[in-house]
């Protein structure tokens, strides 16, 4: 007597471990395949205690905490004139140090443009200061132009520099890497004006 048999599908059954639960508890886990070099997989596998899916998703976590906690917190800086305490360029922040110390020396009518490639500072359409950059990354040759200005200042001049602001969800939480409450509370009203 024969018995009837489903037909093969060519697929085998439940694989060993199958329907685990992740060690970390995550649920709605997809199955990825990934390409990995030796010692990537070494990094993650000791991040995730031995487990590379682990290690994998805590490295993800770990990025998108980073990403978050560079959105709440944000580095401007402000051109002062560093013996009165006034603000230069029309109190505005700028997002690097370069653009304010800019501002700080020309109070706000100077900026960075490049000539055939060459990073030079400009005012009403004139190139000033006798330095400038061939560096391909604006950030880079912005911040070399500014230290060749700055080694051949004149003494009158070192009175213009930039604040370092940090602020934490719009709160400052450290001014020139300080974070002294009264400082801070100084900074915080003198800052309030130079914003309108």
């Known amino acids: ?7 093969r599908t060519g697929r085998g059954g439940p694989g060993r471990g199958g329907g685990r639960k992740a060690a970390d ?8 395949n990934v390409t990995l070099d030796a010692a ?30 560079d959105e709440m917190r944000k580095i401007t800086y402000i051109p002062v004139n560093s013996e009165t305490g006034n603000f ?5 922040e700028y997002d690097s140090h370069a653009d304010a110390m800019l501002a700080a020396l020309t109070d706000g009518e100077g900026k960075f443009e490049r000539n055939d ?6 005012v009403a359409g004139r ?9 391909a ?9 500014i230290r060749q200005i700055c080694r051949s200042l004149p003494v009158k001049d070192w009175r213009f520099t930039t604040l370092k602001i940090e602020r934490e969800n719009g709160v400052i939480v ?23």
């Not at 190139?127 to 560096?135: D, E, I, K, M, R």
């Not at 950030?139 to 132009?145: L, N, Y």
Request: charge should be positive.
């Open 174 to 196: 450290k001014i020139d890497d300080d974070d002294d409450p009264g400082l801070l509370a100084y900074w915080e009203d003198r800052l309030r004006p130079a914003k309108l």
């Open 137 to 145: 990354s604006d950030k880079e040759a912005k911040d070399d132009v």
């Open 88 to 92: 230069r360029g029309l109190g505005h």
């Open 25 to 32: 508890g995550v649920v709605g886990v997809t199955r990825k």
């Open 117 to 122: 490639g060459y990073m030079i500072v400009v």
């Open 1 to 7: 007597m024969q018995h009837d048999r489903m037909p």
């Open 127 to 135: 190139q000033v200061y006798c330095a400038g950059s061939f560096l």
């Open 40 to 69: 990537s997989i070494e990094t993650l596998r000791k991040l995730g205690n031995n487990d590379l899916s682990l290690g994998i998703r805590r490295a993800a976590k770990n990025f998108r905490s980073k990403d978050k906690e």
